[in-house]
């Protein structure tokens, strides 16, 4: 008798002419990622909604009545979590997003010159509360490139999040290869009371992705 392994249960991709390995190594894995299954189930946009129930269950920072903005929306996991917590929510990403309410939305690069000002004016006075950034760049495969890249886009978020957030507020964004660079994390550590990494559950262990959340904005 033949002893059936969670191993014979996982899902395969045969690899379509066309195809490129990657791309079907991507689909396997999506197929057999729990998270994905459970963010269809449970109706989240995206498995990434996990990875910030999971940072806001450690650190309690979504509340009701905030004021978020999210820094590389698409496709909605994260404004969706903030909403369902009672937070309104500004997004803005290149790509399409479909609508939410209590979400007002931009479909434009974060990293053109007129989005900073753009989110300013759907903030409409007013300071945020948090500011969130799941941006990762599009990868090279050039780790160097690819750092710099990555770099450049926390760089550009945190030093929008200063113009934007209230005295006490919170900024969290994605970070790779060991999380900040001294450089920033030491300014960081000057204009925000507390800092630190989180890698929750949901992010992938063969990933070298975690979270730098700064708390207690000195304004």
Known sequence: MTRRTTRDKSQRVKTAKGRKVAST???????????????????????????????DEKTKL????????DLGAAPGGWSQVAGQKGCEVVGIDLLEIDPMPGITFLQMDFMDDNAPAALIEALAGRKADIVLSDMAPNTTGHKNTDHLRIMG?????????????????????KVFQGGAQNTLLAEMKRDFKATKHIKPPASRSDSSETYLIATGFRG
């Open 153 to 173: 886009l926390v760089e550009a978020a945190y030093y929008f999040a200063k113009d934007v957030l209230n005295p006490d507020g919170a900024f969290i964004a």
């Open 62 to 69: 979504l509340k009701k009545g905030q004021l978020v903005v």
């Open 25 to 55: 190594r991507w689909l396997e894995r999506q197929l057999n990622d729990p998270y994905v299954s459970k963010a269809k189930r449970e109706g989240y946009r995206s498995r990434a909604a996990y990875k910030l129930l999971e940072i």
